[in-house]
């Protein structure tokens, strides 16, 4: 029997709700309960795959093909519970699903309204694709009091109805400031949160109060007086060093514990946090650094690459260094200037991305990392420019490029037209943009004897894709005489998965996204062994 619980914001957003959401799940599953994390964004975008990096951050991707918020990335990396479709809505799903049922006459005439349809959509959500599940966490996107929101409290407030309070817990956390002219905690702010949130008709069972600075027991108290809420369920979460301490945090605040006291459960195992502890000590106390530069159109948003980043530093766990990130932006990047910027570092990224702008920077960077051995990762469009790099400085072909850039170019990379999943045959197209990609996991063949190869210590991986575009095969054969390998196809030899350059100590480009697969606890080994290159050059 699924217990269910829900996760609320209020006074400002990014608190940190996909971070707590996700740590207090880890400690559920630690304590031997099986455990679902869902988030329900408020936007009326389908999926956030067409939105900016600058507007949303990062895309994250599931195995299963779908975009999704990057908060399921923090869910998997925390808890290694690989996310699903069904574990994301948007408002713009919701209302694209009651549209075209609407427009099929599923109704019978009804008025569609938003009560009782969109929260009756979004309560199929929430318990919709559960098994045995012992524990769905549900975060709700946005802050409490945003007009977007506000199906999603009221859905939420009527599943509680539905299965019972005994089955249903709810979270609010918020935000309780210090100001340093008065050099006082401020509690005013949660308590407004609050009483919003009890105007729409719930009462938060748990407050988490984030904080800058320790709250002291009378100001909990206060906060349990106001908000109606036992001192016990006010949670202090201060600012930690490291993301990665945030379930220790939460473990000493007995988050999980009052959680469990509430549904009448005990832990049926021991919390271990072994694991968290030493990654934290290494991360904080490592004093050897190496610098990765990471070249990309968004390096200055912080959550754009927030995978890519997470991912670097798991590498940088596995060989007991410290990654110092270089962000570079790409398009401010000119050729005669390439050696001053990149002397001081150890190993060159280039990222993910859509689009022409910043292109001449990378391609310049590539030349740089091929020229002076410097070791180099390409994901995604990086293998792409990588490719493209090549062609124009090795096999002459000056006026390569990518048909998606350029419609007049040779094109070493073009439109993928169709490709093949699981015996199943899907046709690209480029004519709308959401959820049109090649996405999800799909199955690489591994060249023997390959770097790439000893890298996975595998002849077949899986890993995650978004792309449209792909490296024209048919020039296959020219790169490899000059020393580009093709060491990973698709199992059926149209679609190269990867390239590495033989006479360099680590030049490797991959169109799937690896760092999707990388958790704190189990590094990507295409990660630590990038990092392992970069701390040895």
Known sequence: MARYIFVTGGVVSSLGKGLSSASLAYLLKSQGYKVRIRKMDPYLNVDPGTMSPFQHGEVFVTNDGAETDLDLGHYER????????SDNITTGKIYSDIIKKERKGKYLGKTVQVIPHVTDRIREFIKGDITNEDFVICEIGGTVGD???LPFVEAIRQFSNEVGRGRSLFIHLTFVPFLKSSDEIKTKPTQHSVKELRSLGIQPDII?????????LDQRKKISLFCNVSIENVIETVDVRTIYEAPISFYNEKLDKQVLKYFRLKPRKKVNLLPWKKITKTVLNTKKTVNIAIIGKYVNLKDAYKSLDEALIHGGIRNNIKVNLVRIESDKLKTNQINKVLKDVSGILIPG??????????????????KNKVPFLGICFGMQMAVIEFAKNILKIKNAGSSELDKKCYPIIGLINEWNKNGRLIKGTNKELGGTM???????KLRHNSLIEKIYNSKSIFERHRHRYEVNNNLKSRFENKG???SGMSPDGKLPE???????PWFIGVQYHPEFKSRPLS????????????KIY
Do not use: D
């Open 523 to 534: 590094p990507h080994p295409l990660f630590s062994s990038f990092i392992k290159a970069a």
């Open 498 to 504: 990867i390239v590495e350059i033989k006479n360099h």
């Open 353 to 370: 991305g859509f689009g022409k702008r910043g292109t001449e920077g990378k391609i310049s960077a590539i030349t740089y990392a091929r």
């Open 484 to 486: 580009m390998i093709f």
């Open 438 to 444: 090649r996405l999800g996991l799909y199955e690489a």
């Open 78 to 85: 925390f808890t290694n519970i690989a996310a699903k479709k």
């Open 208 to 216: 988490i109060c984030r904080s800058q600075k320790n709250i002291p």
């Open 147 to 149: 007009i977007e929101s």
